[in-house]
C-alpha cells in the first residue's frame, strides 16, 4: 500500500532561496586576507617570521574548507529547488494518469 506524501513545495523553495542566500556571505568570509598576509612583517616585525608559513598554510586551509561548505549550501538549495519541482511535475503526471482512467477520462 501506498502511503501519502505531503510535500510543501514553497516551504522548499523557500528553504532553498535560504541555502543560496548563504553562500555568498561563506565564499566571502573564505577569502585569503591577502591585505592582512601583506602587511604581517609591517605589523609584527622580521621577528615572527616563522609564524608566516604556517599561518599562510592555515588561511588557504580555511579559504578551501569555507568553499566546501559553502558548495554544500549551493548544492542543498539545487536540490530543494529540483525536489520541489519534482515532486509537482509528479503530482501533475500523477493526476493526468488518474484523469486517462476513469470513465469519461481523456482516452
Do not use: C
Not at 43 to 70: C, I, K, S
Request: charge should be negative.
Amino acid at each position: 500500500m501506498s502511503e501519502i506524501v505531503n510535500a510543501d513545495t514553497q516551504s522548499m523553495r523557500m528553504d532553498g532561496a535560504d541555502e543560496h542566500t548563504s553562500v555568498q556571505p561563506i565564499r566571502d568570509k573564505a577569502e585569503m586576507p591577502e591585505g592582512w598576509l601583506g602587511s604581517f612583517h609591517a605589523v609584527f616585525g622580521y621577528a615572527a617570521d616563522e609564524f608566516l608559513p604556517p599561518l599562510t598554510q592555515f588561511m588557504r586551509h580555511r579559504e578551501q574548507e569555507l568553499n566546501v561548505v559553502a558548495d554544500g549550501h549551493q548544492e542543498s538549495g539545487d536540490v530543494l529547488y529540483k525536489g520541489a519541482n519534482q515532486f509537482e511535475n509528479t503530482d501533475a503526471d500523477g493526476g493526468d494518469l488518474v484523469q486517462r482512467s476513469v470513465p469519461g477520462g481523456t482516452e
